[in-house]
């Protein structure tokens, strides 16, 4: 069985010669998927300008791929109407396909109206592709799809988020496009199954996400790099099922006035805090009624080394994360006092 290095993945520029290696000289390799479902080929792709059109053909007749890269080389904007919707749709043919991601192909999403094949199709990630809202409408298609991520995108205007429930399998959503506010994400349906949500990198004040509270699978979401400050945490609090035990506000605006609020939870037990700046030493104390909690990270806030060793006295079951501290250059983790046969 050959293997190609991580390097070599990653630097691969495809022409016909370099495909035709492909098929020839790599078989079958092992493929880590979250969760891994079978052997095949592991494609990571920049299609070169002049081989566009051809490369879609050659890739499609590898068979054995499971794990699929493509993006374009030298960038999306000049390749407007190469790589088009139909090109892209030949991966259908890939019946092995289990995870697919797309970079800066202007493609409108409509591709996916011929994938409902693809039965092991369960993880798909699509960055700066210029999506429309009739992607959503496409999407439920896929029935094995279980890990969803949209990145960059900014043409979505009034998107038919109602068809993520027509997708029973989903487990995780991710959607980081940068200027999407409170209105637009409060039309997310409280979806079932989804067990993961990735919001951060939007405009989020943390105000209208009441559809979190039906979520009764929910276990974790990431919140980081919006603008929550502490009267966003107070309806975020509100907001959040009994079943969530993973929360990330970092980089948002939350200061110690919010820790109290946070600390009356009793089923959040990893918290991620970095990046706010207006959290001290003697904000966090109060976090010690959190016994529930398992890790914690406060790197890049106010708070000191002697102030998170305080609260671990109290948290003697915790991992207390501090990121780089000036003096020392690396990352801090204070090891819990006790070490609980539960953590993970």
């Known amino acids: 069985m050959n293997f190609l290095s991580e390097e070599e993945l990653e630097s691969v520029k495809?022409?016909?010669?370099?495909?035709?290696?492909?098929?020839?000289?790599?078989?079958?390799?092992?493929?880590?998927?979250?969760?891994?479902?079978?052997?095949?080929?592991?494609?990571?792709?920049?299609i070169s300008e002049q081989h566009e059109l051809y490369?879609?053909?050659?890739?499609?007749?590898?068979?054995?791929?499971?794990?699929?890269?493509?993006d374009v080389a030298p960038g999306f904007m000049t390749q407007q109407g190469v790589?088009?919707?139909?090109e892209l749709a030949r991966i259908s043919t890939i019946n092995n396909l289990q995870r697919l991601e797309v970079k800066y192909m202007p493609v409108t999403g409509e591709f996916l109206k011929y994938c409902g094949s693809l039965e092991k199709l369960c993880s798909m990630e699509i960055q700066q592709c210029l999506l429309e809202d009739l992607f959503f409408d496409?999407?439920?298609?896929?029935?094995?799809?279980?890990?969803?991520?949209?990145?960059?995108?900014?043409?979505?205007?009034?998107?038919?988020?109602?068809?993520?429930?027509?997708?029973?399998?989903?487990?995780?959503?991710s959607l980081d496009c940068s200027d999407y506010h409170d209105d637009f994400i409060s039309r997310l349906p409280s979806h079932p199954t989804l067990k993961s949500i990735d919001l951060h990198g939007n405009e989020l004040t943390?105000?209208?996400l009441d559809f979190l509270r039906e979520m009764c699978s929910l276990k974790d979401i990431n919140l980081a790099t919006n603008k929550i400050d502490d009267r966003g945490v107070k309806y975020l609090m509100n907001s959040i099922p009994p079943t969530l035990d993973d929360l990330g506000v970092g980089s948002n605006q939350i200061t110690d006035a919010a820790m109290p609020i946070i600390a009356e939870n009793k089923s959040i037990r990893v918290l991620a805090l970095?990046?706010?700046?207006?959290?001290?030493?003697?904000?966090?104390?109060?976090?010690?009624?959190m016994q529930q909690l398992r890790h914690i990270f406060l790197g890049n806030t106010q708070v000191t080394l002697e102030g998170a060793k305080e609260l671990q006295e109290t948290l003697r079951k915790c991992y207390i994360s501090m990121g780089d501290i000036e003096g020392v250059g690396k990352d801090i983790s204070l090891a819990a006092l006790e070490y609980p046969e539960d953590y993970d």
């Open 138 to 173: 496409y999407l439920p298609i896929i029935s094995s799809l279980e890990y969803l991520t949209i990145c960059g995108e900014e043409n979505f205007r009034i998107p038919k988020f109602d068809n993520l429930l027509k997708c029973k399998k989903l487990r995780h959503f």
């Open 14 to 46: 495809l022409t016909p010669e370099d495909i035709q290696e492909l098929m020839l000289e790599h078989q079958k390799l092992m493929l880590e998927l979250n969760p891994p479902k079978s052997d095949g080929i592991c494609l990571r792709i920049t």
């Open 206 to 208: 943390g105000k209208k």
């Open 274 to 289: 970095n990046y706010n700046r207006g959290i001290t030493d003697k904000g966090i104390q109060v976090l010690g009624k």
């Open 83 to 86: 790589v088009t919707d139909k």
């Open 55 to 70: 490369a879609m053909e050659r890739i499609s007749g590898i068979k054995e791929i499971c794990d699929l890269t493509l």
